[in-house]
């Protein structure tokens, strides 16, 4: 895959098609040479806009055939595209021009009189360029994109061509993708992983279909993808509506009927998910990667262990600092670093000698599948001065009688370690009180630090609830903690083992 000839070899693929589901189910289609003629008069009206090669097209809103269109457009006419999350507030629509120096903003349900500010199906008058836009070296620069990771704050980076180019090739000839393959999305655009996706089904003449979360369950079943990426909530989700889907059939039939397998990263997923879907002939197959340096480690259809995000792509390139953080030194990482970071922290990322440190705690079993342990953000620091990986500690009661989901924060005192926890029977309310027992007597094995001296309990799948869920569907731990925080003051003296509902 060569970005420069991306143009070229999809305006060739007269039968590929780009399927566009919209929230009330309505349907449009478009071929991709059709997709390529739209694309070069998108192009001739950026040029007629006054924009010039290397300047800043903004685009914030939902996936769509137009979103698609302008995207490429940007990419033909020589611009760059900076795509914003589609809740990004713009309040000022001609101060969030100048300020973030775009030549063309792209906007849903905008109400503005700046010239320079269209909606996505819209069209930009003549010389609307305002003098502020700016331009960027487009050498260095494929796109600008906004990543939240699991922190929720939102960084900006700056996408090379180089290694978005790698990262899709790495994928076609690791998972085997031809123009027979047909996929999915329904995570924003804007989620530069989606991007990647929509590069490749273009280069391959692999048919691809948008479609909004709140329809994807029925466009999996109607364009029956041979491979999906998602979050594990996606997953959890696909596992409770088949379970309560008696004529559904298998889990298989239920995907669509035409699933080679299906991935899922950007967050950790449960083990008893991933045994799910492999107990149902389904290849659920985790795998690693961040917006700064691309993929990491893929489990694939050839070679895969559950419980590991597989085998690394470039084990050459990849290194482990003495506490176990991952550290890349990939000749060509998606990201070349940050234009805008919430805080002092991209030095630590982006390190000075050219290395990219991913926050990340790893090991390597003796046959190079890479096991993950916590994140460097998420590290508890204890009253006594010890540090735990929060990951670690859930997996030692994940299996308890009774507990869903259980996700470990500090508390907020005492310095120690407490838990939220939903039960496998929210509706059982002597179900808590027998879970804290249990919960006890998995505390008498582990060392003192360890314990979980503090429960809450929860009516919700956390990582399905939307106070907890950052915006591309990634657990927020800190929201977590708060919550867990703020129960447990709320409840005062009674708060240790406060319920609630």
């Given amino acids: 895959m060569n970005i420069a000839e991306l143009g070229d070899r999809y305006r060739k693929h007269t039968d590929a098609q780009l399927t566009e589901i919209d929230i009330s189910g309505g349907r449009r289609v478009v071929t991709y040479s059709r997709l390529h003629e739209l694309a070069a008069e998108r192009a001739e009206q950026l040029a007629a806009a006054g924009v010039r090669p290397g300047q800043l097209i903004g685009i914030r809103a939902p996936g769509s055939i137009d979103w698609i269109t302008w995207d490429l457009a940007t990419l033909m006419h020589g611009a760059v595209l900076k795509a914003f999350p589609e809740d990004t507030e713009v309040s000022d629509p001609a101060e969030f021009v100048a300020r973030h120096e775009l030549a063309l903003l792209i906007a849903e349900g905008l109400d503005s009189d700046c010239p320079a500010v269209i909606a996505p199906g819209g069209r930009p008058g003549p010389g609307v360029v305002p003098a502020t836009a700016g331009r960027v070296d487009r050498e260095q620069v494929h796109s600008l994109v906004y990543s939240s990771g699991t922190s929720g704050k939102l960084k900006g980076l700056n996408i090379s061509a180089k290694g978005t180019e790698y990262v899709i090739n790495r994928f076609i000839e690791a998972f085997h993708l031809t123009p027979d393959d047909r996929h999915l999305i329904f995570l924003p655009l804007s989620n530069y992983q989606q991007r990647l996706s929509l590069y490749c089904c273009l280069w391959l003449g692999a048919d691809l ?11 999996v079943r109607s364009e029956r993808p041979t491979f999906l990426i998602g979050p594990p909530v996606f997953y959890d989700t696909v596992l409770q509506l088949h379970r309560k889907s008696p004529d559904a059939g298998t889990l298989g039939d239920f995907l669509g009927g035409a699933i080679r397998f299906l991935i899922t990263g950007m967050a950790p997923i449960r083990r008893e998910t991933l045994d799910a879907f492999w107990d149902r002939d389904v290849k659920l197959l985790e795998a690693y990667g961040l917006t700064e340096t691309g993929m990491v480690a893929w489990n694939t259809e050839d070679r895969h262990r559950l419980g590991s995000v597989g085998r690394l792509l470039d084990p050459s390139h990849v290194r482990f600092l003495d506490d176990g953080e991952v550290i890349l030194d ?23 000698d050219g290395t990219i440190a991913t926050g990340d705690y790893g090991a390597l079993d003796a046959d190079g599948f890479l096991t993950l342990l916590g994140r460097k953000k998420d590290v508890i620091a204890l009253g006594n001065g010890r540090k735990v990986h929060p990951a670690q500690i859930e997996e030692a009661f994940a299996s308890v009688d009774g507990i ?21 029977d929210p509706a059982d309310h002597d179900l808590p009180a027998t879970v804290r027992t249990r919960i006890d007597e998995v505390n008498r ?31 927020s731990r800190a929201s977590v903690a708060r919550h867990f925080a703020d129960t447990v003051r709320g409840a005062g003296a009674a708060g240790e083992g406060a319920d609630p509902r």
């Fill in 209 to 219: 279909t948008l479609a909004p979360y709140q329809r994807v369950f029925q466009a």
């Fill in 330 to 352: 990939r000749p060509a990482p998606l990201s070349s670093g940050y234009f805008e970071a919430p805080d002092e922290g991209a030095d630590e990322t982006f390190r000075s």
């Fill in 404 to 424: 869903a989901e259980i996700i470990v924060v500090p508390t907020p005192e005492s310095g120690r370690l407490g838990a939220v926890v939903t039960t496998t």
């Fill in 445 to 475: 094995r582990l060392d003192p630090h360890q314990r979980i001296v503090s429960v809450i309990f929860s009516d919700r799948q956390l990582r399905s609830d939307a106070r907890f869920m950052t915006g591309n569907l990634k657990l």
